[in-house]
Each structure stands twice: as C-alpha cells, then as structure tokens.
Nanobody, 115 residues
Framework: QVQLVESGGGLVQAGGSLRLSCAAS????????VGWYRQAPGNERELVAS???????IYADSVKGRFTISRDNAKNIVNLQMNSLKPEDTAVYYC?????????WGQGTQVTVSS
C-alpha cells in the first residue's frame, strides 16, 4: 500500500508551537520532493514549505523564520515544525510527495490557532 498520513495537528494558542509529521508507507520518502500545503475554508490550497531529495528547502514568505521543514529518513517521515503560530495559520495541512510521474497526497490534519 502506498500512503501518506499527516499527524500532529491540534488546537493551540497564538504564539504556541506544533510539529506536524508526514509519514510514508509503501515507498521511500527520501527519494521524493515533499511539500506541506495548507487550505483554509474558502481559500485556495497554498504551498507552505517544501524540501527536495537533496535537502533544499523553500518557504512561503508568510511562514519564513517561523516554520522549518526537515526529513527524518530513518523513520521515513518529513516534519514541519511550526513556531510562533498565528491565527492566520489556521487551516488543514496536507503533505504531498512527488517523484517523476508519482504524486501522492495525505488526508490532511487540522491546525487551529486561537487568539
């Protein structure tokens, strides 16, 4: 089975932190470019952060300096450490893995930041 599963979402107060994890099964995530996306109700899905197989990272301007994407290859997961959370970070967060013609999405995990 080929699957991506996000975890770590929840309810936090503004200024708090969460760590999201994207766990792969049925394939080796190390060989895929991985992105974290988020979508709030009524909004388009937007790229938050991504990491290539070589470790190169990019971040949306809105999260740069607050979020960090990283790989834990031993566990076949990609993490998104989110610090200094703001109410506008509230969304469903999805992970995406891409390699060649393969494009996999997780089911999403809810992040809610209260003010």
């Amino acid at each position: 089975q080929v699957q991506l599963v996000e975890s770590g979402g929840g309810l936090v107060q503004a200024g708090g932190s969460l760590r999201l994890s994207c766990a792969a099964s049925g394939f080796v995530l190390n060989f895929y470019a991985v992105g974290w996306y988020r979508q709030a109700p009524g909004n388009e899905r937007e790229l938050v952060a991504s990491i290539t197989s070589s470790g190169y990272t990019i971040y949306a301007d809105s999260v740069k300096g607050r979020f960090t994407i990283s790989r834990d290859n031993a566990k076949n997961i990609v993490n998104l450490q989110m610090n200094s959370l703001k109410p506008e970070d509230t969304a469903v967060y999805y992970c995406n893995a891409v390699r060649l013609r393969y494009n996999y999405w997780g089911q999403g995990t809810q992040v809610t930041v209260s003010s």
